[in-house]
């Protein structure tokens, strides 16, 4: 299996812009999750879904985050509008609840910087 | 307070030394316990997984969790330079629930 895909590796946009991550679970898991990690607040649980649907989306910073997850196939983080302090590395996880839900498998991350 | 407190180091020690990792945490309803390993510039992977209290062993490495105390330890046995990472522990009260991560320890084996 390839993992868990995130595209695009490194984003570079300006304050304002609306950016779009994608991310591309593992094959049959059922769980995915959206974290943020930063220096200073280390990695933190924006939003996960179960078999598509949003669970928990209470660390989804404010109304210009938003996460969809059309198929068991893929989800996407949008911000819209971006703000300088939204720079982070974004990772999206999968698991599958047979294995206990809690191994989480961490795509490679997307690196944003908004200017 | 933070849920899960990890000390941030860095630590630096020489190849063959025994290194220990640790977190703490308040939360008594944590029954899942993890390591994650995280090179420079890539997403975590998983190293240890442990349920409730107890120690586990895989190769160089042994993870022990205290649940009384509510601290988790790993220890690295013959570290090697390419144990150079960031470890970072996580832990959830219940299977398939987000994880809480500690902020990382960056660990640094020289040759």
């Known amino acids: 299996d390839a993992g868990v895909i995130q595209s695009p590796r490194h984003e570079v946009t300006e304050m304002g812009q609306e950016v779009t991550l994608r991310c591309k679970p593992i094959?049959?898991?059922?769980?995915l999750f959206w974290y943020r990690q930063t220096m200073m607040r280390g990695l933190e649980l924006l939003i996960y879904?179960?078999?598509?649907?949003?669970?928990?989306d209470s660390g989804m910073p404010e109304d210009r985050f938003s996460a969809k997850m059309p198929n068991a196939s893929f989800s996407t983080l949008k911000i819209q509008p971006s703000e300088p302090r939204d720079s982070a590395v974004y990772f999206c996880?999968?698991?599958?609840?047979?294995?206990?839900?809690?191994?989480?498998?961490f795509g490679a991350g997307t690196r944003l910087s908004v200017l | 307070q933070k849920e899960v407190e990890q000390d941030p180091g860095p630590l630096s020690v020489p190849e063959g030394a025994i290194v220990s990792l640790n977190c703490t945490y308040s939360?008594?309803?944590?029954?899942?316990f993890m390591w994650y390993r995280q090179y420079s510039r890539k997403g975590p992977e998983l190293l240890m997984y442990?349920?409730?209290?107890g120690n586990k062993e895989d190769g160089r490495f042994t993870a022990q969790v205290d649940k009384s105390s509510k601290y988790i330890s790993l220890f690295i046995r013959d570290s090697q330079p390419s144990d150079s990472a960031t470890y970072l522990c996580?832990?959830?009260?219940?299977?398939?629930?987000?994880?809480?991560f500690g902020k990382g320890t960056t660990l640094s084996v020289s040759s």
């Open positions: 996880a999968s698991s599958h609840q047979l294995a206990g839900g809690n191994i989480q498998y």
């Open positions: 094959s049959g898991h059922d769980y």
């Open positions: 879904f179960n078999n598509n649907v949003p669970i928990d």
């Open positions: 939360n008594s309803a944590f029954q899942y």
């Open positions: 442990t349920y409730s209290s």
């Open positions: 996580a832990m959830s009260d219940q299977a398939g629930t987000a994880l809480i």
